[in-house]
């Protein structure tokens, strides 16, 4: 069982940058896909981003596309989101979940869960 712990989580202004980072236990890690999602208060868990187990393939949401980036490293059994010019509607608990297909884009695709790093973002 993959043990996933996001960290990096913060209070920032808008405009400003976070980077959350998604360590993972267990030897399937590196042959799964990534991905991370988000959820607001009130409001139902959506995708953000997935990333393919070598990382040569993202995929983002449209409303993060050009200011998010998702990697990994799998040496380290970590993936990481860099998040720029950061908007007051990215406030949210981001998660980073496991799963087997970095095409997917529903929660209940992922089988593994993080217990997610609050992103808050002042205007």
């Known amino acids: 069982q993959v043990q996933l712990v996001e960290s990096g989580g913060g209070l920032v202004q808008a405009g400003g940058s976070l980077r959350l980072s998604c360590a993972a236990s267990g030897r399937t890690f590196k042959f799964s896909a990534m991905a991370w999602f988000r959820q607001a208060p009130g409001k139902e868990r959506e995708f953000v981003s997935a990333?393919?187990?070598?990382?040569?393939?993202?995929y983002y949401t449209d409303s993060v596309k050009g200011r998010f980036t998702i990697s990994r490293d799998n040496a380290k059994n970590m993936m990481y989101l860099q998040m720029n010019s950061l908007k007051p509607e990215d406030t949210a608990v981001y998660y980073c979940?496991?799963?087997?297909?970095?095409?997917?884009?529903?929660?209940?695709?992922?089988?593994?869960w993080g217990q997610g790093t609050q992103v808050t973002v002042s205007s």
């Open positions: 979940a496991l799963g087997d297909n970095s095409r997917a884009t529903a929660a209940s695709d992922f089988r593994s």
């Open positions: 990333i393919s187990w070598t990382g040569a393939s993202t």
